[in-house]
């Protein structure tokens, strides 16, 4: 049994040490680097940024919206790339760049993640991961505030440029963008490819990190079984709390490859992934509760502006950092609440909750200068809850999809949700700024609170799964729930009812033979991972 292995807890230590010192730290470099470039053209907007280029300030939502568009759906730029474009398209055609070089950045890291750490050391080390999305709006901040007051705004009482020197948001985009290319070229030659060739762990440590990940996606939904992750922690969870996987061998190959490897994609992954009804309602709810995420990493300069008396680009960046700084640390204590009891979607709820708080004072507080400091303090209420429901989502998805290759695409699909990211381009727009962006913290309020109902209908549908399946286990003889356990071959039937009609489509057309090959080969196996009937899912 996986659980009898014995573990050496100076072998365990060691090589998870290393792991957190030598890879997590970079990965989270990576990110913060990738979200300061998100978050700088705020920065820079507070400092004229528009106004220096010749744009209208409501270029600087298209802008913002065209980039998230692109981010997520990888259109190709074409021959854009080679001609000559005014000042407004070049502003969006640059957004666009961006975006495609950035897609699928987060997915693949996550997936990447999922290699090296065991299902509940994801969450937190995750959590470090992501909360560079806050760390680098903070630092973010700061940096625009020293840049900022060491190369003083160069525009008069009207907001008209009056140098023809640098302005501090150029220097801004430089400093970023050329941190940005040197961190980036280290990483391909620090990163691994996958624990067996990391080349900071000795040959045991190799070993070691390779079997405990095989472990973990064996390791049966027993509550008196220990995987090496849990030394020292005691096991007062029931499986649905705890989402441990029933043993699934055809996540793996014979010597558990399958698990560690960072390639490989079958027929079965892709169909199963695109046709989960679970992945499309747990995108909607991610698209809702990220609305505020993407919304203030580009525009809380523009929503703080109007709370202070004098609102210089210097002032109005320094005042950003708090807020991110008290979502890092509250995403940082939920992910590792999280790990600890093995639940996913009450802390995500919770996370919500915060954000709901934080709306609702935001919005029903009067928007004079008197009460400036409240509507501060309800703006960093706010930004502690933004920051959680996205992480411990793909934290979820983790957990429950044994098969690497179906979740490194759920992963992909559930990246979509940076269509909040357009959302809150056309929420936040410039005509709500006198006054101080009511109307879309409203919309905002309604997002947020539509996400937490759809995270409830998650919970108790997949409550309402574990229940079925339970049953339908209870009138299975010892024989056959072995068979499914093995191969997915249990007396259910599959009955496909998407892929074969489209199988007879193109068998009788003859169009796309490797598409049909495919197709069939997707339907030939049994169900695999999530699929099979002994499988439990985490909550």
């Known amino acids: 049994m996986p659980g009898d292995v014995h573990v050496d807890p100076d072998l365990h230590r060691r090589t998870l040490r290393k792991l957190d010192l ?3 730290p970079f990965l989270a470099l990576l990110f913060l680097f990738n979200s300061l470039d998100k978050a700088n053209i705020g920065n820079a907007e507070s400092a004229h940024f528009t106004t220096d280029i010749g744009l209208d300030k409501s270029d600087l939502n298209t802008a913002v919206a065209l980039f998230f568009v692109f981010f997520v759906a990888l ?6 790339l080679g001609r000559k474009y005014g000042m407004v398209l ?4 640059l957004r666009i760049i961006i975006g495609c070089m950035e897609a699928g950045f987060y997915p693949v890291t996550v997936s990447y993640l999922s290699l090296f750490y065991t299902r509940f050391e994801f969450g937190r080390r995750l959590s470090l991961f992501y909360g560079q999305a806050a760390v680098g709006g903070a630092i973010g901040g700061v940096l625009s505030y020293l840049v900022f007051s060491m190369f003083p705004d160069k525009h008069d009482d009207h907001g008209e440029h009056t140098s023809s020197k640098w302005q501090n948001w150029q220097v801004l985009f430089l400093l970023e963008g050329s941190l940005t290319i040197v961190t980036a070229i280290v990483g391909y030659f620090w990163l691994p490819h996958s624990v067996e060739t990391a080349w900071f762990l000795s040959p045991a440590e190799r070993e070691y990190a390779f079997s405990r990940i095989i472990r973990d996606r064996e390791t049966q939904a027993d509550p008196d079984q220990a995987s090496s992750e849990d030394l020292g922690e005691e096991r007062e969870h029931d499986d649905e709390s705890r989402g441990l996987l029933n043993p699934s061998q055809s996540t793996v190959t014979s010597t558990g490859r399958g698990v560690t490897n960072e390639r490989g994609l079958s027929p079965h992954d892709i169909v199963s992934a695109f046709l989960s009804p679970k992945i499309w309602h747990i995108l909607a709810c991610n698209i809702l509760s990220a609305v505020p995420v993407y919304a203030f990493q580009v525009f809380l300069p523009l929503v ?7 609102p210089s680009p210097a002032l109005v960046n320094l005042l950003t950092a708090p807020p991110y700084i008290c979502g890092a640390i509250t995403l940082y204590l939920f992910a590792s609440y999280s790990d600890k009891h093995r639940i996913r979607i009450m802390p995500i709820l919770g996370g919500l909750a915060i954000m709901v708080v934080g ?9 004079t200068r008197a009460w400036a400091i409240p509507r501060y303090f309800a703006l960093n209420v706010l930004l502690s809850g933004t920051f959680i429901a996205s992480p411990l989502t793909v934290a979820w998805l983790s957990d ?14 559930n990246g979509w949700g940076n269509l909040a990211g357009v959302l809150s381009a056309l929420l936040f727009r ?15 309020l309604f997002c947020v609170a539509a996400a937490a109902v759809g995270y409830v ?3 108790r549908n997949l409550k309402m799964q574990n229940a079925w399946r339970k049953e339908v286990l209870s009138k299975w003889d010892e024989e056959e729930v072995e068979r499914e356990n093995t191969d997915g071959r249990g007396p259910l039937e599959q009955h496909h009812t998407v892929i074969r009609p489209l199988i007879a489509a193109l068998g009788r057309s003859g169009i796309f033979p490797s598409v049909l090959q495919e197709l069939k080969e997707a339907t030939e196996n049994g169900r695999e991972g999530d699929e099979k009937i002994t499988f439990v899912y985490g909550l």
Not at 75 to 80: F, H, Y
Not at 90 to 93: C, R
Not at 430 to 444: H, L, N, Q, R
């Open 430 to 444: 410039p005509k709500y700024a006198e006054s101080e962006y009511i109307v879309p913290f409203w919309w905002t």
């Open 22 to 24: 030598l890879l997590l």
């Open 359 to 367: 709306l609702t004072l935001v919005v029903a507080l009067p928007t």
């Open 90 to 93: 070049w502003l969006y055609v």
């Open 304 to 310: 703080l502006a109007p709370l202070t008396e004098s």
């Open 75 to 80: 259109q190709p730029v074409g021959a854009a």
């Open 400 to 413: 429950n999809t044994p098969s690497p290759g179906k979740r490194a695409l759920l992963l992909g699909i």
């Open 457 to 459: 209908l998650l919970w």
